[in-house]
């Protein structure tokens, strides 16, 4: 599918609090990647209930989520990096290169 986006191909995009099961899959989902900083799509329906789609290293800071949420995430997100290096933290995985998607099914990442 090349590098559109989400927003790109006709996405909407709102700022929301999600409900702590949406976050706590989310957060399940970018550690079992191996991710520290991610972009996790998630999509909830009456049928499925929550399911993640996407996880991707691309975490669109430069593109429409500041503006969105308001929030300076690259300077967050550089805070948590050195966080991280100054207290010997190394992730247990990385993606392939930065910017690749990570498939994952959503079977193995639901409760």
Known sequence: MG????????????AITPPSEVADLACRAARAC?????????SITDRYGPAVLEADT????ARGVPTLTGRDLATEMADHVAFLAA????PSSAPRSAGDDVGLSADSIRR
């Open 3 to 14: 590098s559109s986006t989400n927003r790109a191909l006709g996405a909407t995009v709102e």
């Open 87 to 90: 207290s010997g933290h190394r």
């Open 34 to 42: 191996g991710l520290d900083i991610a972009d996790i799509d998630v």
């Open 58 to 61: 691309d975490t669109g800071v």
